[in-house]
């Protein structure tokens, strides 16, 4: 007989495991300002460094002179490339394969680059000391476009390679050139392409974009010149990776550096790189002996650390008259900036840009980058989104979308008769990939049938029939499949460390526990939805269970938080250390209840003797017990690590749909609706989730609407304060719609797939399909992001559509 | 650099300081008197993370100079819950889960509490543009407008009682 089932509900109801939209445990802190941030941090005797930057984008240091700023009452230190020099550190390796300034040295190759720091007793004085560091130059020629940097008489950026015809990723062509990396089957999609009856191409060109997390990087370092350790608390999406880096720059061996991440506000894949600050910082404190402080401000923050995006792309799709899309070709020039500091797994020069044959079953794809060096910033991060996989996305939908237009088709009918279908899963792409699982057909309808979009066709068609219509209308479709949880260690690696995530739980005497991971939270509520999972697991209330992620010397080693891998690796890290803990339980339930363990069943916080309600042991009863008298032969404690390897990526897909109506007389876009259906696979806490997606699309809403880093031609970045580069305040915001369908994942131990970068990736070429879609009538079949009102009423213009 | 000499109630306690003429206000808060709640997103006002309670109204505390506001009453994040009770604020954003990764969100409450003063009775219209100097980059704003209906509510059915 079972317990009667209000019992067992409330019993549920207790643990507040998964499914459950349970509010965050994280947030007490937060609405009380008791958060503690790296620029909270105060340690005892701690300096404040700041960084002198370079005004021009191009050119040789003729003179550093440090006198003035030395004199500044409360300044101690003025460092340069020469003072990093007989340390080896004034370079650093990035996570490319390349190498980046970490003080200028002899060249500066990009506007605001670090040239020198300055450590005083205060931030003021700091800033103080910045100004009076004298610095001259002798400017030379700048390359802002790619396409002229691979130009025969280019000029050379890279000095420091030169001879150098060998790169990290193959061989370099040009002195500007960093790598050719391609993907699929040239010939055959050549071959495909030759006997295509359609052929579509256009260029679309993804601008230079920032993360902009509300926090800024920075970090404070202190080091034990008695005991000979280095603590640094950095805003890092990755510590434990940071700490081997640190490591094995510094020499300090690695049981000797701690690197803690406390609170971060926000990443957005901003905080994943190592950068020269933290570098500095660091130096500075081992010379100084003091703890040393540098938070960066936002221009810089903007102006100098990881950039994401800037792709140059090709694309260009095969398909018989009826629609059928057959092949897929893509060239894709990346500007890398002045050194290659992209964060991808290392194999992956250019990430995972290879899932762009999207949501589609075709017969042949190809795809080349080609990454350059400019006189930009480096970086190349992924921004909200797995490794390029924004980038890929754009591609595809858009690419869709033109050849709808070409053939008359529907955009969404388009869709259906390309999808992968349901039973074709697990499917391998013309790339490679294996996706997991997916349901695409079913979701479609399920949105279509939503916002009745036959009646939004219709009304589209009443409005273009009206020339006096103040305004035009366009729907935008997008119908994405990401890939996340990097990754395999087969194929994932960083710096050679394979991409597996990590963790420990340790249940208490009397109950309760604590989990250790190796992810870091920035916002995605980790503390809440990792305790949820441990309660399902074991029995615990999620209430009761405490999650510590990012001090490297508590946590166990993980890579980090980025291109939504924590659910699908860390996730799945927490069930099987769960489930190493419940395999031990059980055996000493079994000895408590003298039963046979095949004798037990487990009951949402129990262990039940089959047949009898009467007779059980509770996981807390367990707990006591693993402490007090294991059985014989069983160690006492109740405790488990797991270092989960998974065997795949995940392949979340969603469903967006949007409805604008733009403004004829100004250009302006107004969101009429925005519906985002989502599949994650299986879902943990709805309410987290449902805020992700609200995040995301506003973030991709931003980059559609609004985000630029504009250079001018000599390499000035033309907007770098929030005046200037566009964060949407609550008004311009829309509203959103969510929906969902569940396809689990059949290889993750929860069937969980991630999901906060979804909307991101999801919603950008939503919108620009939205905005074009109102143009569609008139034959235009792409406009560039982003889709400012200026762009929009310069597009009405020249199809004699402004009012 | 000469100081001048300042006194400051901030969350109902007085201070007296020697400040530079050029201390920020949210300098002065975060590393004078060590409350660390009020943040620095990005010190050109247009983000709003800084923002506190000055006088009766909000103001952004990283363009506001510390001797500016000698004599002045500061309210901060720190200052809102009342003996251990969370303001309405407070709950509002826990229960509609109106923040993520925290960094805004002492702005956004400070911001909050003085809007509801302004506006007891909002729509959420009103709350966008009341709440727009106030940049949110993980929660699209969704849920602190639902958040600042939760105060709106609970504030006006305390107030009637």
């Known amino acids: 007989m079972n317990a009667p089932s209000k019992e067992l509900e409330a019993r549920e109801l207790a643990l507040a495991g998964m499914g459950v939209s349970r509010l965050r445990k994280e947030d007490a802190r937060f609405i009380q300002g008791k958060g503690n941030y790296v620029d909270d941090i105060r340690l005892p005797g701690m300096l404040h460094m700041d960084v002198v930057r370079a005004p021009i984008a191009h050119g040789r240091i003729v003179r550093i002179s440090k006198e003035a700023a030395l004199a500044i009452p409360g300044v101690h230190a003025v460092l340069t490339a020469e003072d990093l020099k007989p340390l080896k550190l004034h370079w650093m390796p990035t996570l490319a394969g390349d190498v980046a300034a970490v003080l200028a040295d002899e060249k500066v190759h990009f506007q605001m680059q670090e040239v020198a720091v300055v450590i005083a007793d205060d931030r003021y004085s700091a800033a103080d000391g910045v100004e009076a560091v004298e610095v001259s130059y002798e400017e030379l020629p700048v390359v802002i476009d790619p396409y002229r940097a691979l130009e025969a008489d280019a000029p050379v950026l890279r000095e420091d390679l030169a001879g150098k015809t060998e790169g990290a990723h193959g061989k370099r062509e040009h002195p500007n050139h960093i790598f050719t990396w391609e993907a699929g089957d040239r010939h055959a999609t050549d071959a495909v392409f030759q006997a295509a009856p359609v052929v579509v191409q256009q260029h679309l060109l993804y601008p230079r974009v920032h993360p902009c997390p509300l926090e800024t990087c920075g970090c404070v370092a202190s080091f034990d010149p008695v005991r000979g350790e280095l603590t640094t608390y950095m805003t890092s999406q990755a510590p434990h990776v940071v700490r081997t880096v640190v490591s094995l720059l510094s020499g300090i061996p690695e049981s000797k550096v701690r690197i803690v991440s406390p609170d971060i506000g926000g990443g957005f894949g901003n905080k994943v790189g190592v950068y020269p600050g933290y570098v500095c910082a660091i130096v500075a404190s081992i010379v100084l002996g003091r703890p040393v402080k540098w938070v960066e401000d936002r221009i810089e923050n903007i102006s100098s650390t990881a950039f994401a995006r800037d792709y140059h792309m090709d694309g260009e799709l095969a398909a018989t008259s009826e629609g059928r899309i057959l092949g897929l070709r893509v060239n894709v020039v990346a500007d890398h900036g002045a050194f290659d500091a992209c964060a991808d797994p290392t194999k992956f020069p250019a990430g995972l840009f290879h899932i762009c044959s999207g949501s589609y079953d075709l017969q042949a794809a190809y795809c080349a980058v080609k990454g350059v060096y400019t006189n930009k910033a480096p970086g190349g991060v992924a921004y909200r989104c797995s490794f390029r996989v924004t980038e890929a996305v754009y591609l595809i939908e858009r690419m869709v979308d033109v050849l709808a237009q070409k053939l008359g088709m529907d955009k969404a009918e388009i869709r259906a008769r390309n999808f992968i279908r349901k039973e074709q899963f697990p499917y391998t792409s013309a790339f490679g990939f294996e996706y997991d699982s997916g349901d695409y057909h079913t979701a479609l309808a399920k949105v279509l049938k939503a916002v009745d979009y036959p009646a939004l066709r219709a009304e589209q068609a009443a409005r273009r029939a009206n020339p006096h219509s103040p305004t035009l209308m366009g729907i935008g479709l997008v119908t994405f499949t990401e890939v996340v949880g990097a990754g395999p260690s087969k194929m994932c690696d960083i710096l050679g460390v394979g991409m597996f995530d990590s963790c420990e739980i340790r249940v208490h005497p009397t109950g309760s526990a604590i989990a250790r991971m190796g992810t870091i939270t920035q916002g995605q509520g980790h503390q809440t939805t990792y305790a949820q999972i441990i309660a399902t697991e074991l029995g615990i209330p999620s209430e009761v269970i405490q999650v510590e992620e990012g001090d490297t010397s508590t946590a166990p080693y993980g890579l980090g938080t980025y291109g939504s891998r924590s659910t699908p690796v860390a996730g799945a890290a927490i069930a099987m250390a769960a489930r190493k803990i419940h395999a031990k339980a059980r055996r000493i339930a079994a000895h408590l209840l003298e039963v046979a363990e095949g004798d037990l069943d487990w009951e949402v916080d129990r262990f039940k003797v089959k047949g009898d309600d009467a007779r059980y042991k509770t996981m807390r009863d367990i707990a006591w017990q693993a402490y007090h008298q294991p059985p014989a032969g069983l160690e006492p404690g109740l405790e488990a690590v797991h270092y989960y390897d998974p065997p795949n990526f995940t392949y979340p897909f969603g469903i967006y749909l949007c409805v604008l109506d733009i403004d004829r007389a100004t250009g302006e876009s107004k969101v009429r609706r925005f519906y985002a259906l989502d599949d994650c696979g299986t879902r943990i806490n709805p309410m987290i989730i449902e805020g992700q997606i609200h995040g995301g699309l506003t973030e991709g809403f931003a980059v559609a609407m609004g985000q630029q880093m504009p250079f001018d031609a000599q390499g000035n970045l033309l907007g770098n304060t929030l005046m200037d580069y566009y964060l949407p305040t609550a008004v311009e915001t829309p509203h959103w719609e969510t929906d969902h369908t569940v396809t689990p994942s059949p290889h993750h131990p929860l069937g969980a797939k991630g999901v906060a970068e979804s909307p991101h990736v999801g919603s950008i070429p939503t919108f620009t399909s939205a905005v074009v879609d109102a143009f569609a009538h008139k034959g235009v079949t792409h406009l560039e992001m982003p889709h400012t009102s200026f762009r929009v009423w310069k597009a009405l213009k020249e199809h004699g559509l402004a009012l | ?161």
Do not use: W
């Not at chain 2, 983000?47 to 990283?62: E, H, I, M, N």
């Not at chain 2, 500016?68 to 709950?91: F, P, R, Y």
């Open chain 2, 1 to 161: 650099m000469t100081k001048k000499l300042i006194s400051v109630q901030v969350n109902g306690r007085r201070h007296e300081a020697a400040v530079e003429a050029r201390t920020l206000l949210v300098h002065f808060l975060r590393e004078e008197l060590q409350l660390t709640g009020t943040h620095i997103g990005c010190e050109t006002s247009h983000c709003g993370a800084c923002t506190v309670d000055l006088d009766g109204r909000s103001v952004k505390s990283c363009t506001h100079l510390a001797v500016q506001c000698d004599g002045s009453e500061i309210l901060t994040v720190e200052g809102l819950a009342v003996k251990g009770a969370l303001h309405a604020v407070q709950e509002g954003f826990y229960q509609e889960h109106g923040l993520q990764c925290g960094f805004c969100t002492p702005g956004m409450l400070m911001r909050a509490y003085r809007f509801l003063q302004e506006n007891p009775d909002p729509s959420d219209e009103e709350i966008r543009m009341g709440m727009s100097g106030n940049l949110c980059r993980c929660t699209g704003y969704q849920n602190i407008v639902k958040a600042v209906q939760h105060a709106a509510r609970k504030m006006r059915e305390t107030a009637t009682v």
